[in-house]
């Protein structure tokens, strides 16, 4: 049974910085992608940022590109959001994802319970 545990959450002031992880287990990856999404009350899950356990590639939304930044370590099985320059608008709860199997899309099949990060101004 996979299992995706994210840590690191916390509250923060505005130009803070965190770093969250996310622990898997339950099985090796290999070429699938791992995520993070985030949500706000209300509404919908929101990509922040995604990479291919492979070969290391990245993807950011436009609204964290420059400041957040996605690595995974393969040894560890865990995957990191490092966040900086962080804005009261960043508060959300932060949802570490996995694919079951890779495809080039954005459906993701395991997902974890949620951290939740809050930005103070």
């Known amino acids: 049974q996979v299992q995706l545990i994210e840590t690191g959450g916390g509250l923060v002031q505005a130009g803070g910085s965190l770093r969250l992880s996310c622990a898997a287990s339950g099985r090796a990856f290999n070429n699938e992608r791992m995520a993070w999404f985030r949500q706000t009350p209300g509404r919908e899950r929101e990509f922040v940022a995604r990479?291919?356990?492979?070969?290391?590639?990245?993807s950011y939304a436009d609204s964290v590109k420059g400041r957040f930044t996605i690595s995974r370590d393969n040894a560890k099985n865990t995957v990191y959001l490092q966040m900086t320059s962080l804005t009261p608008e960043d508060t959300a709860v932060y949802y570490c994802?996995?694919?079951?199997?890779?495809?080039?899309?954005?459906?993701?099949?395991?997902w974890g319970q949620g951290t939740q990060v809050t930005v103070s101004s």
């Open positions: 990479v291919n356990w492979r070969s290391g590639a990245t």
């Open positions: 994802a996995a694919q079951g199997y890779y495809r080039n899309t954005q459906e993701y099949d395991y």
